[in-house]
């Protein structure tokens, strides 16, 4: 709480705050203007401190700094006498004679390339360059203008591929010039030009597609070298773009070489190209500038000379031992990891390049494994159609064999050789061992369709396959364990699958995968997913006992609820472990599996949802699961009224009484434990369930007993709400007892309304809001007095 003081003490209080205010006040005026004449005495202004400007008074800020200014004016200066230059040599050139052309175009050349020395020397080097571009660009036009005048004749490409090294070369001498070496614009000028004249002599030539390749290469070549020699700045640079971009066209066109090759001539051709880029990536990763650029490099070298050599093996091998042939090089390249005199980066390199080529392999090998697991699948739509003949037939059910399935399994076996043998990393080395041990499964997968082995050979392995991964799953590393425990699960899918070829064959195989996820199950850190794995198995055994017992569908019902049943008794034992979750789950799933499968008789339907219900009750029975009563209650109830149904039944309070009793008795079981609650929590559902069904039934109902019998009900439920002082009996009961009697009521107010006249409604009408009118305030007095009632209930 906050106290004032006394108007007199606060006051005094203002007064001294002030009086300090004022000594600060003098205090600062005094020491500003020392600060003042103290810099008037050392020449210095002090209108700056003594009179600041206003925001509105400070110059403006300028938009663009002065060198930007000039760099463009130049740029645009030099652009407009370029293309002045080009319109006079390509429009007015015909208008003089030949020695009058040489005059002119030499004239302007020369002095042209000679003005950057003397801009050099006064310092203006902008400028310099400026002019320097625009004699280079002279240049071109003096070799358009040559061709045009004296060498019309000559080949147009040819001419082209000469006048490009020219010019390459005289750029370069002019850039080396000491009056103008300080020029950066000759340099990149001469290393684009230097980009063509291959390729245009190759083009000239009509040469091959293989000239071409070569002719790029070499150009990236000779970058690589100028990368190797120039200093760092915007020469390297351009060098850099050239080396890369002509490079990679030059790696494309060889690569696809070496792809169309048709014969072994045609591979070693591509092959040769390939390893010319390779040595040109590896002497850039050994002498190039820079580390950031030596990794890459290296990787690209060993891709090439796996394409190189690959290529090579592939041209003489049938096409389906194309990638085996290119994975033996990409493995022979680790034998240069292994070399200490290599270095480190390229170590790397040649190592990330062969587990690269390794993993395009496998994911080679990626549709056999698919076909084989997923194919089966197919026998969902023909279920028990016969046993094929060998696995093969068992797998491609919708799907084609891949042609390249023959040789597929000698892929993951190479790659898992290498990760067992060759990764020795203290950290990689366990993931190694695992990728191996993924790579020999699939290939054990994949086998027995290969081989074309007998169907039931094939079941036996699978299933072999299966019981091992769970044997495996008592490691204790997690992850080992993670990887047994889902390529397990992976084959039992599959096996599965296969199996629905055969009846026998189906009874056999679920049988057995209930068995030995039930004895994996007993390890308490895999029965989260052993243990309802045991439990799908058992439910599709169960259907299939039925199917091949040529029980109804309905039958079947029983049998699958069993399977539930034991799921609910199975996560009772289990108590607080992880694995009870998912067991319940899995055994709600089977219920309402069994009860789609018992929809189609109703009798039988009863049965199954009293039996879930009493799964549900039983479950609710335990710490934890009191919520499930809810279910439970809901099951029973739906039982009782598809046992109705079957019976035709169609009186509503059949159906509405039986939820109603329970209700109202529980509701009174929690008014007793707790007084407090509402009489609308504890009975407004149970008498509404029966009051407004009977309620709808009784107003279409021509006979007079249900109106009667609900009335009387009505009746007795407001007299128990007024007797007991409860809200909710009191105002349903009432409510539905008025609207029984106004239905009752209704016909002789018809009667006696049509023998009135016309005039007597209105009039009686009238009389009634007069009679309201003069007792309105009394009228208000007993609403209140009714509200107060009611609010008072409970």
């Known amino acids: 709480m906050t106290h004032l003081p006394p108007p007199a003490e606060e006051l005094r209080f203002l007064d001294a705050e002030l009086r300090q205010l004022d000594a600060r006040r003098a205090q600062l005026l005094t020491r500003r203007a020392w600060l003042v004449a103290a810099l008037q005495q050392t020449g210095q202004p002090s209108r700056r401190w003594a009179h600041p400007r206003t925001p509105s008074a400070t110059a403006p800020r300028p938009e663009a700094a002065a060198p930007s200014v000039q760099n463009v004016l130049l740029v645009l200066g030099g652009v407009l006498l370029t293309l002045a230059a080009a319109v006079f040599t390509l429009v007015s050139w015909g208008d003089m004679g030949t020695a009058g052309r040489a005059l002119v175009l030499g004239a302007v050349t020369l002095a042209t390339l000679t003005a950057p020395v003397a801009l050099l020397k006064r310092g203006l080097r902008s400028t310099a360059e400026s002019v320097t571009g625009l004699g280079l660009a002279l240049t071109v036009l003096d070799a358009y203008a040559l061709h045009t005048a004296a060498l019309a004749g000559t080949d147009g490409m040819g001419y082209a591929a000469a006048a490009t090294a020219v010019l390459a070369l005289i750029w370069t001498a002019y850039g080396l010039l000491p009056v103008t070496s300080a020029l950066r614009l000759p340099g990149p000028c001469a290393l684009a030009a230097a980009q063509f004249p291959l390729l245009l002599g190759a083009l000239a030539a009509d040469a091959g597609p293989y000239p071409m390749a070569a002719a790029l290469l070499v150009t990236a070549g000779l970058d690589a070298v100028a990368l190797v020699l120039l200093p760092a700045g915007v020469p390297r640079v351009a060098a850099v773009v050239g080396a890369y971009g002509v490079g990679g066209w030059g790696v494309v066109g060889a690569g696809w070489l070496s792809l169309t090759a048709d014969g072994p001539v045609d591979a070693s051709r591509a092959a040769s190209l390939l390893l010319l880029a390779t040595a040109i990536a590896v002497g850039s990763a050994l002498r190039g500038p820079g580390a950031g650029h030596a990794l890459g490099l290296a990787i690209t070298a060993g891709l090439l000379v796996v394409g190189a050599l690959g290529g090579v093996a592939r041209s003489g091998l049938p096409s389906q031992w194309a990638v085996p042939a290119h994975l033996v090089v990409a493995i022979a390249l680790l034998a240069a990891v292994r070399l200490e005199r290599v270095p480190g980066a390229m170590r790397r390199g040649l190592a990330w390049a062969s587990g690269a080529v390794q993993a395009l392999a496998v994911l080679w090998t990626l549709p056999v494994v698919a076909v084989v697991l997923l194919g089966p699948a197919g026998w969902l739509g023909r279920v028990w159609g016969g046993a094929p003949s060998d696995a093969r037939a068992a797998v491609v059910v919708d799907v084609p ?41 699939a290939t054990a997968l994949i086998l027995p369709a290969v081989l074309e082995i007998p169907y039931a050979v094939g079941m036996l392995v699978l299933g ?15 992850a080992a364990q993670v990887t047994a425990l889902v390529l397990a699960l992976v084959t039992a899918a599959g096996l599965t699958l296969v199996s629905l070829a055969s009846q026998s064959a189906t ?34 055994l169960a259907s299939a006992s039925g199917a091949a017992a040529d029980w109804p569908t309905a039958r079947t019902a029983l049998a699958v609820l069993a399977v539930a049943a034991a799921a609910a008794v199975l996560a009772a034992r289990l108590g607080e472990s992880r694995a009870t979750v998912p067991v319940e789950a899995v055994g709600a799933a089977v219920g309402l599996l069994a009860v789609a499968l018992a929809v189609t008789d109703p009798p039988m339907l009863a049965l199954v949802l009293a039996l879930c219900g009493v799964i549900a009750a039983g479950t609710a029975l335990r710490a934890g ?15 009782a009224w598809v046992r109705l149904a079957a019976w035709d039944v169609g009186t509503p309070e059949a159906y509405t009484l039986p939820v109603t009793v329970p209700a109202l008795l529980v509701g009174a079981l929690r008014r007793r434990r707790d007084p407090q609650t509402s009489s609308w929590t504890a009975y407004g559902a149970g008498l509404a369930a029966t009051l407004l069904p009977s309620l709808v039934a009784a107003w279409t109902d021509p006979q007079w007993t249900r109106p009667l019998l609900l009335g009387g009900a009505a009746l007795l439920v407001t007299l128990l709400g007024a007797r007991h002082r409860l809200r909710a009996p009191l105002v349903l009961g009432g409510s539905v007892l008025t609207l029984v009697t106004l239905h009752e ?46 609010g008072s209930m409970e």
């Not at 597929?408 to 190694?432: C, E, F, M, T, Y």
């Not at 209105?762 to 007993?782: F, H, N």
């Open 464 to 478: 072999v396959m299966t019981a091992a991964a769970l044997a495996a799953c008592r490691v204790t590393a997690a």
């Open 401 to 441: 064999w891949p042609p390249h399935a023959a040789v597929a399994p000698v892929v993951p076996v190479a790659v898992a050789a290498v990760l067992a043998l060759v990764v020795r990393g203290q950290v990689w080395r366990s993931r190694a061992r695992l990728g191996a041990l993924g790579l020999l499964w």
């Open 507 to 540: 009874l056999v195989v679920l049988s057995a995968l209930t068995t030995l996820f039930a004895v994996a199950s007993w390890r308490a850190d895999v029965s989260p997913f052993t243990a309802p794995a045991a439990l799908v198995h058992a439910a599709a």
């Open 625 to 639: 699961r009191r919520p499930v009563g809810y279910a439970a209650t809901a099951l029973f109830v739906l039982a």
């Open 745 to 790: 009521l209704a016909p002789y107010v018809v009667q006696v309304t049509g023998a009135l006249p016309r005039w007597a409604p209105p009039a009686l009408a009238g009389l009634l809001l007069l009679a309201l009118g003069a007792t309105y305030e009394q009228r208000i007095r007993d609403v209140r007095r009714v509200r107060e009632v009611l």
